[in-house]
């Protein structure tokens, strides 16, 4: 049964730099959509937006372009999510997913989960 | 965007519905989540009505163009829990989107 097993929980400082992991447990992965959802601490879910590990394409939520990057390697079945300056709001968990397609139809929903990274951002 | 009602409450037993509205939904599939404390989402429904692998049968969804329901029958103990709806908007490529959230109470 394929998992995705995300990177250990982080603490950094405001501006610093960071990037988180999430790994497919087999490379089934490699021909999936991979999203990330953000929580902050009480609150609900946020999408962030979705990369695609074949080729690294991805869909960035207009609330969260320009602020976070995604990339992926595709070799070693990894997605990850990448701040270069980060602010204390970005204090939350941060959860990655697979998106549910059966064949070649996808569902826009998310069928398999992390059990989510957390972020912690303070001085 | 979509609006979830903040709260549900319903004793074991009994039926629990929990809406989410959009303009968007008339065209766009919808999703449900559930979350318990301290865990990762679970997809119960997608395909406005599909259930998901592993979803309980007293689970079901419905959708009335703008509105969609996550149906809960016969509501146990154990179904208490943060409930989200997610679609899509109608972008090329689509901007996903989830609900606000509804707590479930078990009362």
């Known amino acids: 049964e394929v998992r995705l097993v995300q990177s250990e929980a982080e603490v950094r400082k405001p501006g610093e730099s960071l990037k988180i992991s999430c790994e497919g447990s087999d490379n089934s992965v490699t021909t999936s959509w991979i999203g990330w959802v953000r929580q902050l601490s009480g609150k609900g879910l946020e999408w962030m937006g979705i990369i695609y590990l074949g080729d690294s394409d991805a869909i960035y939520s207009p609330s969260f372009q320009g602020h976070v990057t995604f990339s992926a390697d595709k070799s070693i079945n990894t997605a990850y999510l990448q701040w270069t300056s980060l602010k204390v709001s970005d204090t939350a968990i941060y959860y990655c997913?697979?998106?549910?397609?059966?064949?070649?139809?996808?569902?826009?929903?998310?069928?398999?989960w992390g059990r989510g990274t957390m972020v912690t951002v303070a001085s | 965007e979509l609006a979830q009602e903040p709260s549900v409450s319903v004793a074991p037993g009994q039926t629990a519905r929990i809406t989410c509205s959009g303009d968007a939904l008339p065209n766009q599939f919808a999703s449900w989540y559930q979350q318990k404390p301290g865990q990762a989402p679970v997809l119960l429904i997608f395909?406005?009505?599909e259930r998901s692998s592993g979803t309980p049968e007293r689970f079901s969804g419905s959708n009335s163009g703008t509105t969609v329901t996550l149906t809960i029958s016969g509501v146990q103990a154990e179904d208490e829990a943060n409930y989200y709806c997610?679609?899509?908007?109608?972008?090329?490529?689509?901007?996903?989107?989830f609900g606000g959230g509804t707590k479930l109470t078990v009362l």
């Open positions: 997913a697979r998106e549910y397609c059966h064949g070649t139809n996808c569902y826009h929903a998310f069928d398999l």
């Open positions: 997610q679609s899509t908007d109608s972008s090329i490529p689509p901007n996903w989107v």
């Open positions: 395909g406005d009505t």
